[in-house]
């Protein structure tokens, strides 16, 4: 016998009933379920958007033009683009309790139905989203009850609740801090605190506002085979926006490139670098090492992705590693001359007095005039470090010294924002210094503003609420209101968060010349490569204690995991080698490939 009744907006299960049997004291039946879509002549499209274009108050460019894709059940797709080109409003758009105010135009649908007719509650199971900012979804005070808040919602019985989130818990190796209160959680884990927290739902569709930003390489690499484990195993259907394209291009089914409010998809996903080189896009930077040196030294042919393939490529040439041997000779090692500028002394620092040290026996010295990154894995207590340094926290063992002006600029940017738009976010800067701008006149500081908003590319969005900015676009703002107020030395927590591949080149020469100005900088980051590229000191954050700070090119050429992929592929090529950034990487390449006076992109 057969009964028929609607599984999820779009869809129809047909349920048919093959008999049933006794035993013991109970009577067990016997079912079988097709699920089919209600639209006639369509592939199960589980994500549609038919000419979408989307503007926001106040503003007469549309950010979305004409957009147009589908995407089928159980695909894994990624959305590239530079920062505020709009690939998080389109995901917000999705998602009815996220959608932005705006003027909307066209139609989206979700498993056959229009998103703003699906029903609260459905929408609450089948549609997942987790967000750019991991503090903006944690709602309560625990970890448990953050997995527990969905379910209650929506009036799960006890039990079945006790036995999803014991499952949950364990699928995402969140057991050893499932009693902790979130906020102690670093960044990365309430990242993957926020993933669990949809997933426990069991969606149907997931849809990831650059779920990696906050991770250290190693944890970005599991969180991503995460989300292919839940696509492939589940049949989840997965949208991700991304900056950094390393680990995701090589787990995607498909690849989209929004440039300009226009959305364009990669037909063949072994040609993304050459179509992105192509099209003189940004997001090129964003793809992996392999596919960046394979496209720029002009091959032909299935691009690379691994370490592996970029190494049995290069392996072919057989001068290869006598030009290593040339560049190493003629590198110099920096030495150092400069005083130091801020100290810090066997510093012990803890949350909780009944709870282990967060910082213990942390020591380490800042030269003037130079760049040093401190690395390490989520939870490890950079954060903590990095509040210390500035004096925010007071140790309870060791001593700090810091010589001259320091600020802070916290992982969440947003946390610096008071005004109701951005320019008005950079004019207060000379109302709170008053006293250090009383000589400026007011066209002078109008000149000021906008001289920052012009480097930050923010100049289109003067007019817009900060909050209403990318995440990358709120990062570039922060670190704008910092800059005017002309510190000694700045304190950088995740710099890079949300930027895009080009704004990341553009912000590392933005130090460098801060630097040449008698700047100091430390920032804390997961992003390997940029550390390799920019930083003149680097050092490894463990169990609260800082291993040595030691200049970067020693650091990453003695690290096995904690090191760039182009370090890992010319390790391989030539031992010992001391290429550790891109830079370096092309300076081999160019001449053995006949392009020295080729130029990079951006």
Not at 171 to 176: A, T
Not at 460 to 466: M, V
Not at 483 to 510: C, R, S, V, W
Request: hydrophobic share 40%; aromatic share 10%; proline share 4%.
């Amino acid at each position: 016998r057969k009964i028929q009744n609607v599984l999820f907006p779009g869809y129809v299960a047909e349920t048919y009933f093959r008999g049933g049997y006794y035993w013991g004291n109970r009577t067990y039946w016997s079912f079988s379920i097709a699920v089919t879509s209600t639209r006639k002549g369509d592939i199960m499209s589980q994500i549609e958007c038919i000419q979408v274009s989307f503007r926001y108050p106040k503003q007469e460019q549309f950010v979305l033009n004409n957009v147009n894709f589908s995407i089928e059940a159980g695909e894994m797709a990624v959305l590239c683009g530079k920062s505020g080109c709009g690939k998080s409003t389109l995901l917000r758009l999705m998602k009815a309790c996220q959608v932005p105010a705006g003027e909307k135009k066209g139609k989206i649908s979700l498993a056959g139905e229009e998103v703003e007719n699906i029903e609260k509650a459905m929408a609450a199971q089948k549609i997942g989203f987790v967000g750019q900012n991991p503090e903006a979804q944690i709602v309560t005070d625990t970890v448990w009850h953050e997995l527990a808040f969905g379910l209650e919602s929506l009036g799960i019985p006890n039990h079945e609740m006790q036995r999803r989130i014991a499952e949950i818990a364990e699928y995402f190796g969140i057991r050893e801090w499932f009693d902790k209160p979130t906020d102690q959680l670093s960044g990365g884990q309430k990242q993957i605190l926020n993933l669990a927290a949809v997933m426990i739902m069991r969606p149907q569709i997931l849809l990831l506002d650059e779920p990696t930003s906050q991770l250290d390489p190693i944890g970005a690499e599991r969180f991503l085979h995460t989300l292919k484990r839940i696509n492939k195993n589940f049949g989840v259907t997965i949208l991700l926006s991304e900056q950094c394209l390393e680990e995701v291009l090589p787990i995607v089914d498909r690849v989209f490139l929004l440039q300009d409010g226009e959305l364009a998809e990669v037909k063949n996903i072994r040609e993304t670098g050459k179509v992105f080189y192509e099209k003189k896009s940004e997001v090129f930077h964003a793809l992996p090492i392999a596919t960046r040196l394979f496209v720029e030294c002009k091959q032909q042919g299935e691009e690379p992705w691994h370490v592996s393939e970029a190494v049995e490529w290069l392996g072919e040439k057989n001068d290869i590693v006598e030009k290593v041997q040339q560049i190493q000779t003629k590198q110099k090692k920096r030495e150092e001359k400069e005083p130091v500028v801020l100290e810090a002394k066997q510093l012990a620092f803890t949350y909780d007095k009944k709870q282990p040290y967060s910082l213990q026996d942390c020591s380490l010295k800042i030269h003037k005039n130079s760049i040093s990154a401190i690395l390490g894995g989520n939870g490890v207590g950079k954060t903590t470090a990095l509040k210390v340094l500035a004096g925010i926290y007071a140790p309870q063992k060791g001593k700090r010294i810091a010589k001259g002006k320091v600020v802070y600029l916290p992982q969440d940017p947003q946390l610096l924002f008071t005004e109701p738009t951005v320019c008005e976010e950079l004019e207060v800067v000379f109302v709170e210094q008053s006293k250090k701008y009383a000589n400026l006149s007011e066209d002078e500081i109008v000149n000021k503003v906008k001289t920052m908003l012009e480097f930050m590319e923010l100049l289109p969005f003067q007019g817009q609420h900060p909050f209403d900015l990318s995440g990358g676009q709120q990062q570039r703002l922060a670190i704008a209101k910092l800059l005017l107020l002309e510190p000694d030395i700045l304190l950088l927590d995740e710099p890079t968060k949300g930027l895009d591949a080009a704004f990341k080149h553009k912000l590392g020469e933005l130090l460098e010349r801060l630097t040449m100005q008698g700047k100091t900088i430390v920032f804390v980051s997961h992003d390997v490569e940029f550390c390799a590229e920019y930083a003149n000191y680097c050092g490894l954050l463990f169990r609260g204690t800082m291993l040595q700070l030691e200049p970067s090119k020693e650091f990453f050429a003695k690290n096995y995991f904690y090191t760039p992929a182009v370090h890992r592929i010319f390790q391989y090529l030539y031992e010992p080698s001391e290429i550790i950034n891109y830079k370096q990487a092309m300076t081999v390449l160019r001449p053995l490939f006949g392009l020295e006076g080729e130029k990079r992109i951006g």
